[in-house]
């Protein structure tokens, strides 16, 4: 079983920046693929950005590539979110995901474990 826990959302106006983290603990093998995926109101479950346990491999929305950077600290157990030039679409409750697998995935039905949530809002 693996607990996870967000935390740095909060709100910034458009062009700022937030860092989220993801917190692991309970049982968090290392081998665990670990996903970023966010929820606006109204809205499904999309996916933002994945790693593999390793983080060597990472996959990205097209709308957040070259602004949003994922990456983990194994040694941690904690799983970043680095997201820059924020746009008012961005607003939405972030979740981080794991899955019991190497290799990162866009697919939210992959993910076995999910967090709280933390609330990002971007103001215009």
């Known amino acids: 079983q693996v607990q996870l826990v967000e935390s740095g959302g909060g709100l910034v106006q458009a062009g700022g920046s937030l860092r989220l983290s993801c917190a692991a603990s309970g049982r968090p093998d290392s081998w665990y693929a670990m996903g970023w995926f966010r929820q606006a109101p109204g809205k499904e479950r999309e996916f933002v950005a994945a790693?593999?346990?390793?983080?060597?491999?990472?996959l990205y929305l097209d709308s957040v590539k070259g602004r949003f950077t994922i990456s983990r600290d194994n040694a941690k157990n904690m799983v970043y979110l680095q997201m820059n030039s924020l746009k008012p679409e961005d607003t939405a409750v972030y979740y981080c995901?794991?899955?019991?697998?190497?290799?990162?995935?866009?697919?939210?039905?992959?993910?076995?474990?999910w967090g709280q949530g933390t609330q990002v809002t971007v103001s215009s």
């Open positions: 790693i593999s346990y390793s983080g060597g491999s990472t």
């Open positions: 995901g794991a899955r019991r697998d190497r290799g990162a995935s866009r697919n939210r039905d992959a993910y076995s474990y």
